[in-house]
């Protein structure tokens, strides 16, 4: 089974920048699909952005598009989340997710087959 561990959250301000990363392992990451969701206190995991199976394709929820950037490295089973322009309300608990299929850009959470354990990323105002 394939084990992601995200890092890279923490405290930042308002404007500020922040590159979270997720780790995979397996021989077959290429493969995958891509995705980081969210999910903050009180509300439900929503989906932030993906990335394709090949890496030339990238789809973003409209509250982070411009501001946020998923991109992968396939030779160290590694993809980011370059978040720029951090508001407060991007204050969650940020999950990467990989869907076997790696099909499309899945932007659905039942669409992912595993998922990390996620990382708190907390912007001030």
């Known amino acids: 089974q394939v084990q992601l561990v995200e890092s890279g959250g923490g405290l930042v301000q308002a404007g500020g920048s922040l590159r979270l990363s997720c780790a995979a392992s397996?021989?077959?990451?290429?493969?995958?699909?891509m995705g980081w969701f969210r999910q903050a206190p009180g509300k439900e995991r929503e989906f932030v952005a993906a990335?394709?199976?090949?890496?030339?394709?990238?789809y973003y929820s409209d509250s982070v598009k411009g501001r946020f950037t998923i991109s992968r490295d396939d030779a160290k089973n590694t993809v980011f989340l370059q978040m720029n322009s951090l508001k407060p309300e991007d204050t969650a608990v940020y999950y990467c997710?990989?869907?076997?299929?790696?099909?499309?850009?899945?932007?659905?959470?039942?669409?992912?087959?595993?998922w990390g354990q996620g990382t708190q990323v907390t912007v001030s105002s």
């Open positions: 997710a990989a869907d076997r299929a790696g099909y499309g850009l899945p932007r659905i959470r039942t669409e992912y087959d595993y």
């Open positions: 397996g021989r077959t990451f290429s493969s995958y699909a």
């Open positions: 990335i394709s199976r090949s890496g030339g394709r990238t």
